[in-house]
């Protein structure tokens, strides 16, 4: 749904004054009483109140976008308005903010305030269009300057045939592409962006469909594949790839649309790319087909980490405030229990954290055998984490038994889904009269009980190994351990989101789930988030004291990522490394790897698997590890003011 189609022109004040937060929220609430879109204005108000207190929505830049899903909406709708003077609305770069869009989802029906705000960060991302809104003086040229907006991002939906030959060829468009990511929207969008755009300074006529946590957006369609010169898949998830039976299809990683656009579509201009063949097979067969083995573990290892991460840094969280609110002294052998706001936070905390292993081999088994494999995951995980064998499930003894730990899940989850494959090529032989059995009886019980057994048997020798791995790291010590602070750090930069990253992040995590996880755990989880803030801070720093080395619309985006670093959010360093790799990516790894090292020198400790600079409370020797990181990031933007230049006026 179009921007425009959800603004009214009651909707929509120019030039208000207003002096705080709660003023500008209350005349936006205003104009959506006046576009009739709530039923009930105090109850919408408490909607988006309740979503300014999980963080604000000024964005930064002048922008702020207040929005509620709520039962007081009637319809779906918008209202904005423009605050010449500016307003405080504590925005995330603590500058005022001067253009307003508030956006009202119904409670029940699709999440339109998700399709909303993608398309409005999109089209807002553009800061000479932002002072365009700011100067608007009717009602009517602010509809007009939106609309041209939008029908220069989504030339798709544009209503003028006539301007259809500037974006496409006389059959279509020449390259499409589809991108997706498992975690999110941001790297989805930003590959299509970042393809959009190379096409566009190369003279390109390409359309990017988005596979995001809102489901597809952009469709390709049947015609446009038929008339296309070929496909960029660009994905770190599964998608949809029947339709290009035939076509030219060049497979690649999500971070591939964002860093290299220009080498993917000359690939496709060139007509190097494989020819994709569409089996007819199940879609766990399909899936695999132009891509390598280790492209598609990695893809189903994405699909179960993604699921995994809310458990973690939920209950992780919990457990680790558990211990800050608690009294050691009490009783040190019941640490973090002792008092019962610690016993709450210690009990649900676990419980969430419990899940983690289930959860992690359930949605990997899932991605490689759809639904029919998440129960037989999600059980193999229970098992991995339990530490059943044969020798003690008939006196089974929690405290005794050694758990197989992360590594135990993944090959549940793995083992799991490709169980269910070899069931469906077995099962294919039966009667047709039974197909309606295979998903409630068949493939659970058979998969489950070879699940069972497996894991029941192998428990024992990953135990073993998943023992002596955490007996190696506890034995680590001086030298051994800061090097190994060093490269877990570098890696958080590597790629920032990317494989290495990820690999570094769950490692560190792994290490949370051990039993009786200590001193040398923690000290991992410490180096591992230490690297992943020093990134964005590194940017902003750079940003600030070497501002000739950026344009005025980087200089803006750096100011936001001292938040971002703060809060542990490496990707906030994305668009800057995507943009200058060779002059960004050697200091930031550098800095990263001289926080991670610093942290271990310190023997600093994290016993949470996220959360930055507002975890502090829980860590060991936060000084040293507040040191660590700055010095990290000092030495980041000091090697990135000499690698990068100063731009020509």
Request: charge should be negative.
């Amino acid at each position: 749904m179009r921007i425009t189609e959800l603004l009214q022109d009651v909707t929509i004040d120019l030039g208000v004054k207003v002096s705080s937060k709660e003023e500008a929220i209350d005349h936006l609430v205003d104009l959506m009483v006046k576009g009739g879109n709530i039923s009930d204005r105090e109850e919408y108000k408490k909607g988006i109140l309740a979503r300014e207190a999980t963080g604000t929505t000024g964005i930064g830049g002048g922008i702020a976008i207040p929005h509620a899903k709520n039962k007081a909406v009637t319809k779906a709708g918008l209202a904005s308005m423009t605050v010449p003077d500016g307003v405080d609305y504590e925005a995330m770069d603590g500058e005022p903010s001067d253009v307003f869009f508030m956006i009202a989802a119904p409670a029940e029906g699709s999440d339109v305030h998700l399709e909303a705000l993608a398309r409005l960060s999109t089209i807002l991302m553009d800061p000479v269009f932002k002072e365009k809104l700011l100067k608007a003086t009717t009602k009517e040229e602010y509809l007009k300057l939106i609309d041209e907006k939008e029908t220069e991002k989504f030339p798709e939906e544009a209503e003028k045939k006539e301007e259809q030959p500037e974006k496409t060829t006389k059959d279509g468009y020449r390259v499409l592409a589809v991108t997706a990511c498992p975690t999110g929207i941001a790297h989805t969008f930003m590959a299509a962006e970042s393809l959009e755009n190379k096409a566009k300074e190369m003279g390109i006529a390409l359309k990017a469909e988005t596979n995001g946590s809102g489901g597809a957006k952009n469709i390709l369609t049947k015609e446009e594949i038929e008339h296309c010169d070929g496909i960029i898949v660009a994905a770190d998830k599964n998608v949809e790839m029947a339709r290009f039976d035939g076509k030219q299809v060049l497979q690649t990683k999500v971070a591939d649309g964002i860093n290299k656009p220009q080498e993917l579509i000359q690939i496709i201009l060139d007509g190097k790319a494989p020819t994709y063949h569409h089996s007819g097979a199940a879609q766990e067969e399909e899936q695999g087909e132009g891509e390598s083995v280790g492209r598609q573990i990695y893809k189903h290892l994405m699909n179960g980490v993604s699921h995994m991460l809310p458990f973690v840094i939920g209950g992780g969280i919990l457990i680790a405030l558990a211990f800050l609110f608690d009294n050691q002294a009490i009783n040190p052998a019941n640490f973090g229990k002792n008092t019962p706001l610690a016993a709450t936070l210690k009990t649900i905390g676990e419980q969430a954290f419990g899940f983690m292993l289930p959860i992690l081999a359930g949605f990997i088994a899932m991605s490689i055998a759809d639904r029919p494999g998440l129960a037989v995951g999600f059980v193999g995980g229970a098992l991995a984490n339990g530490g059943y064998t044969f020798a003690n499930i008939m006196s089974y003894d929690s405290s005794k038994a050694i758990s197989s730990g992360f590594i135990g899940a993944l090959l549940a989850g793995f083992i799991g889904g490709y169980i269910i494959v070899l069931l469906r090529k077995l099962f294919d032989k039966l009667p047709s009269a039974l197909e309606g059995l295979k998903p409630i009886l068949l493939y659970p019980v058979c998969g489950i009980l070879i699940m069972g057994i497996i894991m029941i048997a192998i428990n024992p020798i990953v135990g073993a190994i998943n023992t002596g791995l955490n007996n190696f790291l506890s034995s680590m010590s001086g030298t051994s351990s800061i090097l190994l602070g060093a490269v877990l750090g570098g890696m958080m930069s590597v790629d920032m989101g990317g494989p290495f990253n990820k690999a570094a992040y769950v490692f560190g995590t792994a290490q949370l789930t051990v039993a009786n996880a200590g001193a040398e755990q923690y000290a991992i989880m410490a180096a591992v988030m230490a690297g992943g803030m020093v990134p964005p801070l590194a940017i902003a720093l750079c940003t600030t004291f070497f501002k000739n080395r950026f344009t005025e619309n980087e200089r803006k985006s750096g100011v936001v990522n001292y938040v971002m670093g703060l809060s542990f959010i490496t990707e906030g360093a994305i668009p800057f490394a995507a943009g200058d790799p060779i002059h960004i990516l050697p200091p930031c790894i550098i800095g990263s790897a001289v926080a991670g090292a610093l942290s271990m020198a310190f023997h600093c400790g994290l016993p949470a698997p996220h959360g930055g600079i507002f975890v502090i409370g829980v860590i060991t020797n936060p000084l040293q590890y507040i040191l660590s990181v700055a010095i990290g990031a000092v030495i980041g933007m000091l090697i990135m003011s000499f690698t990068k230049k100063p731009l020509k006026k």
